[in-house]
């Protein structure tokens, strides 16, 4: 399963990125693509821009299973 993260802030904001899975069977891993970041319970990504991002498929966040 892929989400697009649409994405809306001006230059210089920091901005953080999670994700709550539940439900998914085990050994599914759940990522951030862009940085691959491995969003685990209670953890995110965060980023300060250097540029304003006003777009949609910047970022995305998957499920794959472990390898």
């Known amino acids: 399963m892929i989400i697009l993260v ?3 802030a001006a230059s210089k904001t920091t901005i953080s990125i999670s994700a709550a899975a539940q439900n998914l069977p085990e050994g599914i ?5 862009g940085t691959f970041t491995l969003l685990e319970n209670d953890s995110n990504y965060t980023t300060t821009l ?6 949609i498929g910047r970022f995305y966040i998957y ?3 472990q390898v």
């Open 6 to 8: 649409g994405a809306y």
């Open 50 to 55: 250097s540029a304003a991002l006003n777009e």
């Open 63 to 65: 499920s794959a299973e």
């Open 29 to 33: 891993d759940v990522c951030l693509e």
